[in-house]
């Protein structure tokens, strides 16, 4: 079945330094691709989107660029803030025409002062 | 816009008692669904709607009931309580053209449930 396998974390960094997120996925069919970030105590809220192959989704200085060749849709930022602390998660929908989304475990990001 | 309301934030249950956790969205989406979170696990979906009337089961329907009587409500009903439902209960809806990729989900702030 359609499978979102993220790296695990938590993960620690400077403020300032280079952030990656690995993300790859098993699906059938043609999915749109998600990162979606949540903060302490809240609801998880859209970063960024893409829904073929080659698209690049951004938000708040985030990228991600759907890979069909390698199925990895990987969260970048150049330099992270205090504020970027959060869980991320990638999740993909609609690989088979259908309406589920499936969640990736989660990322925890630290980010230190 | 309010967008998706959850209720209550927080509660506590005994093994065996009943209760409904209450989400609404005033958004007018077709689509909504329930998740629980659980550390180490990501989501996983309990129920979920395609629209009024319409309602199917996710990857972890056991032990839960839901209906789907507006477009705005999709209540879940815990039955009979047990310790290994003590979780985060997480609403969410979106827009979904009818055949389409699932489109962006709109989360509320979440329901932190212990079962004792």
């Known amino acids: 079945g359609d499978s979102v396998t993220q790296m695990e974390g938590p993960v620690t960094l400077s403020e300032e330094a280079c952030l990656t997120i690995?993300?790859?996925?098993?699906?059938?069919?043609?999915?749109?691709l998600f990162w979606y970030v949540q903060y302490p105590g809240e609801g998880l809220q859209l970063l960024l989107k893409?829904?073929?192959?080659?698209d690049k989704g951004s938000n708040k200085g985030f990228e991600a660029t759907y890979r069909k060749e390698t199925t990895s849709f990987h969260l970048e930022k150049g330099s992270v803030q205090v504020s970027d602390s959060a869980v991320y998660f990638c999740?993909?929908?609609?690989?088979?025409?259908?309406?589920?989304?499936?969640f990736g475990a989660g990322t925890r990001l630290f980010v230190k002062a | 816009n309010a967008g998706v309301t959850q209720t209550p934030k927080f509660q506590v249950l005994k093994t065996g008692q009943s209760m409904t956790l209450q989400c609404a969205q005033d958004?007018?989406?077709?689509?909504m669904s329930w998740y629980r979170q659980d550390p180490g696990m990501g989501l996983r979906l309990i129920h979920y709607s395609v629209g009024a009337g319409i309602t199917d089961q996710g990857e972890v329907p056991n032990g839960y009931n839901v209906s789907r009587s507006t477009t705005e409500d999709f209540p879940l009903r815990l039955l009979s309580a047990a310790p290994s439902q003590t979780s985060v209960y997480f609403c969410?809806?979106?827009?979904?053209?009818?055949?389409?990729?699932?489109?962006?989900?709109?989360f509320g702030p979440g329901t932190r449930l212990t079962v004792l």
């Open positions: 969410a809806s979106s827009y979904s053209l009818r055949g389409s990729s699932t489109d962006t989900q709109y």
């Open positions: 999740a993909l929908s609609g690989a088979t025409g259908g309406f589920k989304t499936i």
């Open positions: 690995n993300c790859t996925y098993t699906a059938t069919g043609y999915p749109s």
């Open positions: 958004m007018n989406h077709e689509y």
């Open positions: 893409a829904t073929k192959a080659d």
